[in-house]
């Protein structure tokens, strides 16, 4: 079943001065559980902002959004994100920026360090607990960015180009290594990217958008062998 289900969303975003800027324009999409979609289309058309709706982080201002089933008002669900730069907490160790969402959400550490741990190792961290973002490469701190997605057990996963900055090797590593996250722990994900590779790699199924104001042009189904 859908966790995610758009039906008729638009969204328009009020400028201050000026005209409005009609970002999506009558979406209708589902998720299923588990599912890997990822976004496609020209800069400016949408993905962004259709990412930001999946994540509550936006309220449409057409149409309406399900969660689960439910009518879908705001931020409540557990999401996780990505985005381009890594973000991460230059005084902090790799483990306390994983714990980051933790401490933000003034919860026990304690029974998330075990968790953390696993994250680090699953993303080949391990031995890098201690270690300080300056330490580490852009391919190593974009892992330290999707293990501190992944600490609260996001029901969905929304990734903003997030292998964008790296160089092409980091990028299919950090690819490949992503689709095993997913054999692992089946986490459900939206992930925007220009790269048809990247999408045909890692999709279930790939959302076509077309230029401004956005729309879905096509949802193919991807059914390749994977690595
Ligand atoms: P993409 O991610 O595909 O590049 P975006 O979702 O970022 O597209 O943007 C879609 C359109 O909405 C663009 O024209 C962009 O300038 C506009 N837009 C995005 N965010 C805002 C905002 N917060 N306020 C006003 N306009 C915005
Ligand atoms: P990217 O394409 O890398 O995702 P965006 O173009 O979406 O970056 O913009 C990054 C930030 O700027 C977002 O928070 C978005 O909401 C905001 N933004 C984008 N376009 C506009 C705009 N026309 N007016 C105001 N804010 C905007």
């Given at each position: 079943?859908?966790?995610?289900?758009?039906?008729?969303?638009?969204?328009?975003?009020?400028?201050?001065?000026?005209?409005?800027?009609?970002?999506?324009?009558?979406?209708?999409?589902?998720?299923?559980?588990?599912?890997?979609?990822?976004?496609?289309?020209?800069?400016?058309?949408?993905?962004?902002?259709?990412?930001?709706?999946?994540?509550?982080?936006?309220?449409?201002t057409e149409g309406e959004m399900l969660l689960a089933g439910q009518r879908h008002t705001g931020p409540s669900h557990r999401i996780g994100i990505v985005y381009q730069q890594p973000l991460l907490l230059p005084w902090k160790n790799v483990i306390e920026n994983v714990l980051v969402p933790?401490?933000?959400?003034?919860?026990?550490?304690?029974?998330?360090?075990?968790?953390?741990?696993?994250?680090?190792?699953?993303?080949?961290?391990?031995?890098?607990?201690?270690?300080?973002?300056?330490?580490?490469?852009?391919?190593?701190?974009?892992?330290?960015?999707?293990?501190?997605?992944?600490?609260?057990?996001?029901?969905?996963?929304?990734?903003?180009?997030p292998f964008g900055a790296l160089d092409a090797m980091t990028r299919d590593a950090l690819t490949v290594e992503l689709l095993r996250i997913h054999e692992e722990f089946r986490t459900t994900i939206a992930f925007v990217t220009h790269s048809i590779a990247e999408s045909v790699l890692l999709a279930d199924r790939v959302v076509v958008m077309t230029p401004r104001p956005g729309r879905v042009a096509q949802v193919l189904p991807v059914d390749l062998p994977r690595p």
């Open positions: 079943r859908p966790l995610v289900s758009l039906r008729g969303v638009s969204k328009t975003y009020q400028a201050k001065k000026g005209t409005p800027v009609q970002a999506l324009t009558d979406i209708s999409l589902d998720i299923a559980e588990g599912e890997v979609v990822t976004l496609v289309g020209p800069s400016g058309c949408g993905k962004s902002t259709l990412l930001r709706l999946l994540g509550g982080l936006h309220m449409p933790i401490r933000v959400r003034r919860a026990k550490l304690a029974p998330y360090r075990e968790r953390a741990r696993e994250l680090l190792t699953v993303l080949g961290l391990d031995s890098f607990a201690q270690s300080y973002p300056h330490q580490l490469s852009g391919g190593m701190q974009q892992r330290v960015g999707i293990a501190r997605a992944l600490i609260q057990d996001p029901e969905i996963l929304l990734m903003d180009e």
